[in-house]
Structure formats: C-alpha cells, structure tokens
C-alpha cells in the first residue's frame, strides 16, 4: 500500500483485496508445505525458495490431495505473483509459463452439464420469487 500520496507504493499496491487474500492464502500453503518437508531455509528470500525442483514436488502434493489441475494452476499463478511482489527483482516467469501449462491442459473435474438449468425454469423461478417479495 503506498505509504503516503507521493509514493507509488509496491507491486501489490493496487491488488483488490480479494487478489490480496489469494496471494497470502497460496504463499501460506506453499510455505506450511516447505515446513512439513523440512526445507524452508530461513536464509532464503521468497522468491530463491521457489525452485524448479521444489515446485515439481509441490505440484505432485497439490495432486496428491486430488486438487483438479486448474486449482493447482491459480494456486501456482498465486504464489508466482505474491512472491514477485515481495521481492520485485526475481525473475519467476518460468512459474508462470508453467500455471498456463497446466491450465492450458485442464481437464473440467467435473461434467457441467448435468448441472445446467434450462432457461425457461431459471424464469419462471425468478417470476415466482418477485411474486413471493410482492406479498
């Protein structure tokens, strides 16, 4: 946020909020899972702990845990853009190619279709739901 009118402020600066939480929610998971693991080098800034060898294993736990791979897409697009926002010099655009990638390749978990309602009953429910309110 930028500290006065004069300042730009950070990279994140003019994130909604929601983009806030994402990016604080995908840095949290990601640094809870180096823990579990044992390797979260406190001498390393956030950006230098995002490797390709640490990422390739972090994707397979988010599968693991049967995450669809577009949720392991925004989670990986998450954490990307957080961390180039805590640290503006890191070059993480190989993180990036690689949450396109994924989305690029997602399957749906699941079929949409059963789930679709036919225009005509959406109507008549919205109808019906002004008649109620009048009442």
Not at 34 to 53: F, H, N, V
Not at 74 to 98: G, Q
Request: hydrophobic share 45%; proline share 5%.
């Amino acid at each position: 946020m930028p500290a006065s009118v004069l300042d730009e402020g950070g990279r994140a600066a003019r994130w909604r909020p929601s983009t806030v939480r994402l990016g604080i929610e995908a840095y949290d998971r990601w640094l809870v899972w180096l823990k579990q693991r044992g390797d979260l080098p406190l001498s390393e800034g956030p950006a230098a702990r995002i490797t390709k060898p640490r990422i390739s294993a972090y994707i397979e736990h988010l599968r693991s845990r049967q995450l669809a791979d577009i949720t392991v897409a925004m989670s990986l697009h998450h954490l990307c853009y957080t961390a180039k926002a805590l640290e503006d010099t890191a070059d993480l655009k190989w993180l990036a190619r690689i949450a396109r990638r994924l989305v690029a390749k997602a399957k749906p978990a699941r079929a949409k279709a059963p789930r679709l309602v036919d225009v005509t009953e959406l109507y008549k429910l919205g109808t019906h739901l002004m008649d109620q309110a009048r009442i």
